[in-house]
């Protein structure tokens, strides 16, 4: 069984994309994201998960987060949260709006919706959903669906405070700039494994200036989205 990655900023860097082209900015606009979700994924992405191999014994469950993108004046930019400290998958990491998916869910959609609604105070009708991206399978066994959505402005957010710690945006372009995106190798007795960062530097709440520091899964799918867009 795979160790947890307990202190990721610890986990050496052994290469950055640097040498992969940034998407341009004429393709991370609202018209040109519609435009381009409207012919669909082809291909299989880059990163399909981690396989689920650190809980074994755990049944693979559906999920789905969104993919959420606002205009500011310097262009989209991407909603993230932090997990809560104490929550049992995923704690303190930073991560789309999103969880398992529930019965009364239609589907994909309806779960990242609710999710989002649920989490951040994010209203339904603020949010127009572009697209899927193909899902992403966790090492704690959940099988994500990145839904991608354009929301409108103004972005007044209620957090959910038993669930996520903060909520804060990142420019589209920059995480859509491999020049930004470290890989990392971690070993372990009887193996290793790899992970992508993609650290920003940003605002928090108080207005201090601090790290966040994107890695795993939510960085795997930003990845996934960046080969769709670059294509």
């Known amino acids: 069984m795979r160790p947890r990655i307990l202190d990721p900023h610890s986990v ?21 994201l519609r435009e381009r979700f409207q012919q669909g994924f082809d291909g299989a992405p880059e990163l399909p998960g981690d396989g689920g191999g650190m809980l074994p014994e755990r049944q693979a469950r559906s999920a789905a987060v969104l993919v959420a993108l606002t205009q500011r004046d310097d262009g989209l930019h ?3 949260t932090q997990r809560a400290d104490h929550l049992r998958d995923h704690a303190g990491q930073i991560s789309f709006p999103g969880g398992g998916s529930e019965a009364t869910d239609a589907d994909a959609v309806a779960t990242a919706l609710r999710e989002a609604e649920e989490e951040v105070g994010l ?26 959505a ?9 957090l959910d405070a038993s669930e996520v710690v903060e909520a804060f945006e990142v420019p589209l372009q920059y ?15 009887g193996g290793q494994r790899q992970f992508l960062s993609m650290p920003w530097h940003g605002l928090a709440a108080d207005g201090s200036r601090r790290e966040y520091f994107i890695w795993g899964a939510t960085a795997a799918m930003l990845r996934n989205l960046y080969g769709f867009l670059a294509r």
């Open 12 to 32: 050496p860097v052994t290469g950055i994309d640097s040498h992969l082209p940034a998407v341009p900015a004429n393709r991370l606009t609202a018209a040109a």
């Open 78 to 80: 991407v909603l993230l």
């Open 123 to 148: 209203p339904r009708a603020q949010v127009q959903v572009i697209g899927c991206l193909p899902p992403y399978t966790t090492v704690t066994h959940y099988v994500v669906t990145p839904v991608v």
């Open 150 to 158: 354009l929301v409108q402005s103004p972005l007044i957010l209620l």
């Open 175 to 189: 995480l859509m700039t491999p020049a930004h995106h470290r890989r990392h190798v971690f070993d372990y007795d």
